[in-house]
């Protein structure tokens, strides 16, 4: 069994950033926002605690969020959608964006509105 080398902290905090980072794929692909965090997350959460911790913290707000949208899409019909969607996306692009600095700083950050579907310590 060949012997994994620790990551640097320059490392983990790159690696956080981009388990943050990864969810803005969404803009080009559809549900990119989960399944990019999500492929992040799965090859580096064994590394470091904190990259697994970053991971599940990214993919909660994800999943979340792709939930608000689709409720947001529905609501078209009522007029309300057309605002919200909009809305959740640029509060989406912001929140990512800050979490992605934050975490590559060394700062802690957790997402607001995210319902906790992955168990974060």
């Known amino acids: 069994m060949p012997e994994t080398n620790p990551m640097s902290?320059?490392?983990?905090?790159?690696?956080?950033?981009?388990?943050?980072?990864?969810?803005l794929i969404g803009f080009v692909?559809?549900?990119?926002?989960?399944?990019?965090?999500?492929?992040?997350?799965?090859?580096?959460?064994?590394?470091?605690p904190q990259v697994d911790r970053q991971g599940r913290m990214s993919l909660n707000f994800q999943i979340s969020w792709t939930i608000y949208m689709v409720v947001a899409a529905f609501l078209i019909i009522l007029v309300i959608g057309l605002i919200l969607l909009p809305l959740l996306a640029l509060t989406m692009l912001i929140l990512v964006i800050i979490a992605g600095v934050k975490v590559n700083n060394g700062e802690d950050f957790k997402y607001p509105l995210t319902i906790k579907f992955l168990k974060v310590d």
């Open 9 to 23: 902290e320059k490392d983990v905090r790159t690696w956080s950033m981009l388990c943050h980072l990864a969810a």
């Open 29 to 48: 692909f559809p549900f990119g926002n989960v399944l990019g965090p999500l492929i992040v997350w799965l090859i580096k959460k064994d590394d470091s």
